[in-house]
């Protein structure tokens, strides 16, 4: 029979969680856990050195580029086109103030 | 402490020695198996040596140190809840648990071996949080505010998750016909 766990305060159910926390596990495998530890490479240096690389690291600083390239050339066409679309405007105004733009 | 957050291999392995057996007390509260208690301590401190350049001296190592193993333990019934849940055959036991009786070691102290086993076959039945919450509180003795900092819940969010997590269990043992 099973006890059904109605509060702490039940009686089966406190008494079968007392014996449950005088469990004690088993011993670990302290030489694999060692050498799991020894296996795994060691992480990267703290400090301003670390910031500065994962800041500047190749998998941030390549995206960073192509959208800032990307950026560049949206802004300069940008500017490009307003010029283009004001010259018409700009030869009509010469042409109206007798050739003197 | 500082040694081995510099880089330090021996200081490093001292204090994996230093921790392991309150580490392994913790972990022992989500398994049943030897094996699994050594892959969780095992990955409890492959994460704190990830985390430790990130550990600050403000905080207590210890503390920090058994967040990281109550967050592998949580993450060790996420993964047995998800392989459960896809699992074609499932071999389940009598109490509707996937391990075999055989193969839990009967240890120094039979009696509450099999209590903390019947236990932890009663919790199974419930969400990994659930399962977690109900570990740490009524197997580890935590109280349910130290719970509730651990994991970043509100104290009303984890007495609510408590209480219906009893319900659940409650419910479950009532409807099943082998409890």
Not at chain 1, 15 to 32: E, I, K, Y
Not at chain 2, 92 to 108: I, K, R, S, W
Not at chain 2, 137 to 163: D, N, Y
Request: charged share 25%.
């Amino acid at each position: 029979m099973k006890k059904i766990p109605d509060s702490d305060s039940d009686a089966p159910w406190s008494v079968l969680l007392r014996a449950a926390r005088a469990d004690t596990p088993p011993p670990v495998d302290r030489g694999a856990l060692l050498r799991a530890i020894r296996a795994e490479s060691w992480p990267a240096r703290s400090g301003w050195l670390a910031e500065f690389s994962r800041l500047f690291s190749p998998r941030t600083i390549v995206p960073a580029c192509l959208g800032a390239a990307a950026m560049v050339a949206l802004v300069t066409s940008w500017q490009l086109w307003d010029v283009w679309q004001s010259l018409p405007w700009a030869q009509l105004l010469g042409a109206l103030n007798g050739g003197d733009v | 402490m500082r040694r081995a957050q510099a880089g330090d291999r021996e200081a490093l392995e001292a204090l994996v020695l230093r921790h392991e057996e309150a580490v392994a007390r913790l972990l022992w509260r989500f398994v049943r198996t030897r094996a699994d208690l050594d892959d969780l301590v095992q990955e409890t401190f492959l994460r704190m040596v990830r985390g430790l350049p990130g550990w600050r001296a403000d905080q207590p190592f210890g503390h920090w140190l058994l967040r990281i193993a109550t967050n592998a333990g949580r993450d060790y019934f996420r993964r047995q809840s998800v392989r459960r849940r896809w699992l074609v055959e499932p071999v389940a036991t009598a109490d509707g648990d996937v391990l075999a009786p055989e193969a839990v070691d009967p240890g120094a102290d039979p009696a509450a071996r099999a209590a903390a086993n019947d236990v932890k076959i009663m919790l199974a039945h419930l969400s990994p949080d659930e399962r977690t919450l109900l570990t740490l509180h009524h197997l580890e003795g935590w109280a349910l505010e130290r719970i509730a900092r651990q994991f970043g819940w509100t104290l009303t969010a984890t007495k609510l998750r408590a209480w219906r997590a009893r319900r659940r269990l409650r419910a479950h043992f009532q409807s099943s016909p082998s409890s």
